[in-house]
């Protein structure tokens, strides 16, 4: 029997597994693929923003009112400066621009590999292909199965992620193991995903830069600058992404859901309006792209900007100043970069990330009902819950 069994060879379970380790600890981790760190090559369009300068329960949202609590105190025990500083000692090299954190390769194959690097050097051992299939708790820890072999641990952590990108081997199928033990799962849903909008068909492929605002019934609940992607009937781009942390649930509840969208924003438009001796369209096609202003504005191509009255001016930026789409669906898992919902972060320690309901065993990254926006912070979440929970389940395991 093994002191500790890490489910899952992600970004949490490579950490949990490195601080065990330097713990104390005799590790084993089991990996679902045929390599460790499969979905870390895909964040941030393989790129890596691994962490962020502005870094606090405010970037994170849950189905749970105790959320900040929760997220604040994890991040107190293993903040970015300590993240930045292991990865320093580790040999990585970084870069900071604009508040977000990169490899200095820019490579997200850096980041995998630094840890694997560790993982290795450790002498921690892997277990590839193995298939999860049963937990079963015993008198002494616990036994794990793919129903052909079986491992026995006395502590184990469960970093299988969530849903979303199942292509790199996240199914969800913890869940279910999770629910058999006695934990409250919150319904997955999709998180940082595309939001589905009927829209004009010339809009299809456009790239622009505005002001996106969220409503929900009516509300407006969040508002992000950026640029907005038309792509086959959904709405894409980071601030999209964002914004549908809180769009999805909302969709998911039955409520109304609409993106307000302001392209005049941050624009000349005004100026361009003023200018006389050009045509209204040629006007507006200097601020905005011509794919948006042939799907909204229908008036005479030729009308000069001096035939507008202050009345007419005003209108036609109102048009495009207040965009307005019902949302009616979202993008899956195959397309979302992570996952809302989870286990009910009140049946898990805080301060140790083991489960209330099942002692012995510890829950980290993705599983958990915390989910953080884009730029670096979902990557941070994994990587304070796995080192707190391989040093405690070490710890834990010393005095057993």
Known sequence: MTDLIIVGG??????????AKKNGANVIILEKNDSLGKKILITGNG??????EEMDSSYFVSSSDDKD??????????????????????GMSYYLREGYYYPKTDEAVTFRDTLINEVERLGI???YNFNLRSIEKVHDGFELSNKIDIYHAKKIILATGGNAAPRTGSSGDSYYYLKNIGHNVIKPIPALTTLKADYPDTLLGVNALAKISLLINGDIVGTENGFIKFYKGMLSGIPI????????????????????????SDSNMVNALNREGISVKKALCQSINSKIVDSYYKEDDNMLTEQLDDEDKEGIIQLFSNVNYEIIG???????????????ISEINMDTMESKVCPGLFLVGEIIDITGRCGGYNIQWAASTGVIAGRKAAENGRRN
Do not use: H, W
């Open 10 to 19: 992600g970004v949490a379970g490579l950490f949990a597994a490195i601080s």
């Open 69 to 90: 609590r929760f997220v604040d105190n994890v991040l107190n025990s293993f903040d970015n400066s300590s993240l930045v500083k292991m990865l320093e000692e580790l």
């Open 330 to 344: 979202f993008g899956s898992f195959d397309v979302a970069q992570s996952t809302y919902g989870g286990v009910d």
């Open 241 to 264: 992404y964002q914004l549908s942390l809180n769009a999805v649930p909302a969709l998911d509840r039955g409520d109304k859901v609409e993106i307000s969208v302001d392209f005049v």
């Open 47 to 52: 790129r890596c923003n691994f962490t962020n």
């Open 125 to 127: 051992q892997v277990i």
